[in-house]
């Protein structure tokens, strides 16, 4: 592969998402990338799963054969909560 720059300037995102909202956490990213830009940032970071929010020691009420019911429904709304590529986010 070719190099076709010499340099590019890239910013690193390290702040906590809105977790399991997945509106407010759109609005958020999307003031974070205009802040980049207005930096001139022209390669934006961020962690994986910003939106809905890394579940960090969630276990989402799950052990090996069973999950409970409120563990189902915390799971529901990190899967609502989620963005598919390509989608309206």
Same mark, same amino acid.
């Given at each position: ?9 890239? *910013?690193?995102? +390290? %702040?906590?998402?809105?977790? !399991? ?8 990213a999307v ?5 980049? *830009?207005?930096? +001139? %940032?022209?390669?934006?970071? !961020? ?10 020691g969630m ?17 529901g709304l ?12």
């Amino acid at each position: 592969m070719r190099d076709l720059r010499e340099s590019c300037r890239i *910013a690193v995102v +390290q %702040a906590a998402p809105v977790m !399991f909202d997945k509106a407010a956490c759109t609005v958020k990213a999307v003031e974070l990338i205009r802040a980049a *830009a207005a930096e +001139q %940032a022209e390669l934006i970071v !961020f962690p994986e799963l910003f939106i809905p929010g890394y579940p960090y020691g969630m276990t989402f009420g799950f052990t090996v054969g069973s999950r409970t019911a409120p563990g189902r429904k915390d799971w529901g709304l990190y899967y609502d909560n989620s963005i598919l590529v390509p989608g309206p986010e």
